[in-house]
């Protein structure tokens, strides 16, 4: 019950931000929604499947880099045209590295994640010609439900339509990914996180589950990708980086892994967090490495988990 | 070829100390490169505090080799005051505590250091040139490869023929069978760990005469160990020895045929051997 | 406070999100002694880390002194410093400057692919933005030929065009070529200019090898295995940070440069850790835009060096004088616009202000081209032992103007270095 109203509460807040809140804030919003929409899909990973993936900025990656592609090579400004090819991408290069990734658990899997991870960021980095290499390549203004706003300024654009767009995306993926892990598929994919031989004794399909599970959590990230592009307007490989692929692991725990809103609320701390700290001192990576530590030592729920204690936190560190 | 087999011997050093950390306490240790990169700054430092107290060049290998040493006992905080806390853990709760160290340490030896890039200057010629093959290597390389040979052997000899190795290998295989056994598992960790560390900051500081110390040493370096332990198996000795050649020579060998697939030949070959052989080459049975 | 009451006016003027009012108009009305606040982007880690301190000392250094004068139209100088890392990160400290901070400029910006992002966000927010380092050219292709708030850099392929240049007059005979620079657009950028201006006065010139290891690569030893396979004449080296240093070291324990001759298009960037025990006399070595140790050098270069190295044991890199200049023209400008007064110019007025100034910086005069554009002078020549360092100086000190060096404004590049009389 109070979740529900804390809900609204922050729904009503991210709708009246644009009006109220500094322009400045109201832009390290949009991060915050692409990271989130992201870090559903993440989850369903790790926290419904019990799988770790040190390489989803990849999926970040070729989001992100499709909605380049499309507006600056192929012309095409559509938003809706760039997240649906954003998706289908992203599902079209998880399908193989899903099926070879998801034969391991555990410390393999995650390395196995991170390898192709560093095989695309080699790739784009390499590929100068094609990519930009370091550059990357821009990311223009697309248009949003067909309507071209080139009149409006970037940062009016952009805390404007936009944000309410990156609103809708998010809002309509979380709906999505609150079926799903509510779902029979759901319901499977946390017997096979909790105990993969009794998921296989009941006749569930245990690799072919969590090869699902791995494509439609590339899917989120790879809109998550495409919309951190605009606000930047350039997309780069540092985005596909490994340290990337650990922080976004690193929103996930923050929030805490074990409530379905967990990444979210995490990903919202750490871009806040980060911004403030880094405006504080030089040295943020200090504080930040300590307050992962203190996460994973103290807290293994997150914030989250701080707040409401749910027994599953234990279950899936077993 | 001899340069890839330099920076193998390298390599090899940070690999084998990830594999022992990784045999005993099963953590992947990402922080492995952050103490590599540690190594190097304090072995830049005791030289050049060597150097200015006036001692003979030709020596300057003991301080260096003293001080890498040295300073791996930083291991033992951070195994008692982090990684403790996490044994029953899930690997990747380790894995990301060890991501908080490295994140950690990359501030921690730039506000100690500073940014600019530290070198030792002209002692890395100290010893002179040698003709090898048709190509001159400088003495130095040659017995840092030799050095790294030696510690090869050394930890070879330490797990098959001491009693400390035959409790690290039991540990390995059965943790609470060999506690049951009246191990002392608290500080058989903290030495363990310890080792890997020195192993790590030995290599830092034994690279350093021939490079240049740079705060992002350590990320880069990961990435390579990384493929080394893959390629070689995790947690086996051996394994890294072989993988951390292959590495290598291979980017050396990409480097003078087809420059462009360096990095990604790596990768390409890691993917190769966990889809192949998950173990990798040399790795044990399945934990 | 100024945020309620701003919420509250556009609570009451937004109607439709869409149209978003924005009502954040500049306090033009700042009084005399109310400090002016300049946001600084720096560089703090990776690679690049020295070049970002070395910027933030020129531009503190400044500070003091213009501080210490009255500053600028009688109110003092506050610095908001802010790191440069990653494209998408560091268009949001931008935006953090300009939006929350009210800054009246923005200096700084060095990695070519942060400032392509930056162009246009600058563009859109209207504060002036003077970039100490960076350019938005792409691929050599200017991709923001017009624009009205953001000062560029000069070009990134002016060092190796220089280069190119005093490889011909100082090597003569030179008939093979190998390169090695990052795998990043200045190496690739510097590596194109190069052979496209050594082609010119060397026409049979063959260009027989090219490196490009990544970024951060601190071993060289089987780059250097090639370089020395490939039995060239000359290697071209655009490295500007510790892998300068670094690939030195190790040439030295080759002997590379025994056979070989070099050109180090950029290395000066690290003059002080090139030290003379692995760097050889005779190769061409260059400063970029400041030479800390020329003898021609002015007054103020000489009170800055002797400062600097009392203050952190290190002799000055050229980032310093890019820094010192972007901060000191933009005190010019804000001069010059207010034009004898002492109300605080517009922004647009300061920016149009800038357009053409020529101030003293550390390394001489220099001044903005009306395309926005640095001009300088850049200082390369031959390295010497002959000097009371232990690292290497140069000798001649060869010094080109971007007059020449760079192309003009509106041309193409290869165009334009195809297009000299020889």
Redesign the interface.
């Known amino acids: 019950m109070s979740g529900r109203l804390v809900l609204a509460l922050a729904l009503g807040a991210t709708v009246l931000a644009p009006l109220v809140a500094p322009t400045y804030h109201v832009l390290l919003m949009l991060p915050f929604m692409a990271y989130a929409v992201a870090l559903l899909g993440l989850n369903l990973l790790f926290g419904y499947t019990g799988l770790v993936s040190f390489g989803h900025a990849l999926f970040l990656g070729v989001g992100a880099y499709t909605g380049a592609f499309l507006t600056s090579v192929f012309k095409l400004r559509s938003m809706e045209v760039i997240l649906v090819a954003a998706a289908a991408l992203g599902a079209l290069v998880a399908a193989p590295v899903g099926a070879l990734c998801v034969r391991y658990v555990k410390i393999y899997f995650g390395m196995l994640t991170l390898a192709f991870g560093m095989v695309f960021y080699t790739f784009v980095l390499k590929f100068y010609r094609l990519t930009g290499g370091d550059e990357g390549m821009p990311f223009l203004r697309p248009t949003l439900l067909g309507a071209s706003i080139e009149g409006l300024p970037k940062t009016d654009y952009l805390a404007g339509p936009y944000y309410y767009y990156s609103l809708a995306v998010l809002v309509l993926a979380t709906l999505v990914m609150w079926r799903i892990v509510h779902s029979p598929f759901g319901l499977c994919l946390k017997t096979i996180r909790d105990n993969p031989t009794k998921a296989e004794t009941l006749g569930i399909g245990v690799a072919r589950y969590r090869w699902c599970a791995f494509v439609i959590s590339a899917v989120y990230a790879a809109v998550g990708g495409a919309l951190l592009g605009p606000p930047t307007g350039n997309v780069d490989p540092t985005l596909a980086y490994w340290t990337q692929s650990g922080n976004i692991v690193f929103m996930t725990l923050l929030g805490g892994f074990a409530s379905f809103f967990g990444p979210v609320l995490g990903a919202f701390v750490f871009i806040y967090l980060q911004d403030w700290v880094m405006s504080v001192v030089p040295f943020w990576r200090l504080i930040f490495g300590a307050i992962l530590a203190a996460i994973v030592i103290a807290a293994p729920g997150g914030l989250a988990g701080l707040w409401v204690r749910r027994p599953s936190v234990e279950a899936s560190s077993s | 070829m001899l340069s890839g087999v330099f920076h193998g011997s390298i390599l090899f050093l940070v690999s084998a100390g990830l594999q022992v950390v990784f045999g005993v306490q099963k953590i992947f240790n990402l922080a492995c490169g952050s103490f590599y990169a540690l190594g190097a700054y304090v072995g830049v430092s005791a030289v050049g505090w060597y150097v200015g107290a006036g001692g003979p060049p030709a020596l300057f290998i003991a301080p260096l080799a003293v001080a890498g040493l040295a300073v791996g006992a930083v291991g033992v905080p951070v195994e008692r005051g982090l990684l403790r806390f996490v044994y029953d853990r899930d690997e990747t709760f380790q894995l990301l505590l060890t991501f908080a160290i490295v994140l950690m340490m990359e501030d921690a030896i730039r506000m100690t250091w500073g940014t600019s890039p530290r070198s030792t200057s002209g002692l890395y010629l100290t010893y002179g040139r040698v003709g090898v093959l048709g190509t001159t290597v400088p003495v130095y390389n040659l017995i840092v490869i030799g050095a790294s040979l030696a510690i090869a052997v050394l930890i070879g000899w330490l797990l098959t023929r001491t009693t400390f190795g035959w409790i690290i290998r039991a540990s390995a295989d059965n943790r609470e069978m060999t506690e049951a056994l009246g191990v002392d598992m608290r500080r058989l960790h903290t030495t363990v760990f310890t080792l890997g560390t020195a192993l790590g900051t030995l290599g830092g500081a034994l690279v350093i005469p021939a490079t240049a110390a740079m705060s992002e040493m350590g990320i880069e370096l990961i990435v390579e160990a990384f493929a080394v332990v893959v390629i070689g198996g995790l947690g086996s000795m051996r394994g890294a020895f072989v993988g951390a050649l292959v590495v290598g020579v291979l980017r050396s060998i990409a480097i003078s045929v087809y420059p462009e697939l360096e990095m990604l030949l790596i990768y390409l070959i890691v993917i190769a051997v966990l889809v192949l052989r998950p173990r990798g080459l040399f790795g044990g049975p399945p934990a | 406070m100024r945020?309620t009451r701003?919420?509250f006016l556009?609570?009451v003027g937004?109607g439709a999100?869409?149209?978003?009012v924005?009502l954040?108009a500049p306090p033009a009305f700042a009084q005399a002694g109310h400090p002016v606040k300049l946001g600084v982007l720096t560089i703090?880690?990776?690679?690049a880390?020295?070049v970002?301190?070395a910027g933030l000392r020129g531009t503190e250094w400044w500070l003091e002194r213009v501080n210490r004068a009255g500053g600028i139209l009688g109110r003092p100088v506050q610095l908001v410093?802010?790191?440069e890392s990653?494209?998408?990160d560091t268009?949001?400290?931008y935006?953090?400057l300009v939006?929350?901070d009210k800054v009246e400029a923005v200096l700084g910006g060095i990695s070519?692919?942060v400032t392509?992002?930056l162009g246009?966000?600058a563009e859109?927010?209207g504060t002036p933005w003077l970039s100490w380092d960076g350019t938005t050219q792409?691929?050599v292709e200017e991709?923001m030929p017009n624009p009205r708030w953001a000062f560029k850099s000069v070009d990134n392929e002016v060092e190796a065009i220089v280069a190119g240049m005093l490889t011909a007059r100082h090597f003569k005979g030179i008939k093979t070529v190998a390169g090695i620079g990052n795998?990043?657009?200045y190496g690739?950028d510097c590596w194109q200019a190069y052979q496209a201006v050594l082609k010119r006065y060397t026409p049979d010139v063959k260009f027989v090898l090219?490196?490009?290891?990544?970024?951060?690569?601190?071993?060289f030893?089987?780059?250097?295995?090639?370089i020395?396979?490939s039995r060239a004449d000359l290697l071209m080296c655009s490295f500007w940070?510790?892998d300068a240093?670094?690939i030195l070291?190790?040439a030295?324990?080759?002997?590379l440069f025994k056979t070989m001759k070099g050109a180090f298009t950029t290395a000066g960037g690290?003059h002080d850790?090139l030290?003379k025990?692995?760097t050889p006399e005779g190769l061409l070595l260059g400063y970029n835009t400041m030479y800390f140790d020329d003898p021609k050098g002015s007054a103020l270069l000489k009170q800055f060096v002797r400062e600097y190295k009392a203050k952190y044991a290190?002799y000055p890199p050229y980032e310093c004088d890019h820094a010192y200049f972007c901060a000191e023209s933009y005190k010019a400008a804000v001069e010059k616009a207010a034009a004898g007064s002492t109300k605080w110019p517009e922004k647009a007025t300061v920016v149009r202000a800038l357009e053409g100034i020529e101030v003293e910086s550390l390394s001489g005069r220099r001044s903005w081209r009306e395309d926005h554009v640095h001009m300088c002078n850049f200082y390369q020549g031959i390295t010497t032992h002959k000097n009371p360092y232990?690292f290497v100086t140069i000798d001649p000190v060869e010094v080109v103007s971007t007059k020449v060096a760079m192309k003009p404004a509106g041309t193409k590049l290869f165009d334009w270095i195809n297009s000299w009389k020889i």
């Open positions: 945020t701003r919420s556009r609570l937004a999100a869409a149209a978003t924005r954040d703090r880690a990776g690679i880390a020295p970002g301190a410093v802010e790191e990653n494209p998408k268009v949001e400290r935006r953090k939006l929350q070519t692919g392509l992002a246009p966000v859109d927010l792409k691929g991709t795998d990043y657009s690739h090219e490196l490009f290891p990544k970024l951060g690569v601190t071993d030893t089987s780059h250097l295995a090639a020395q396979q940070s510790g240093t670094i070291k190790q030295a324990a080759v002997d690290v850790s030290k025990n692995f290190e232990d």
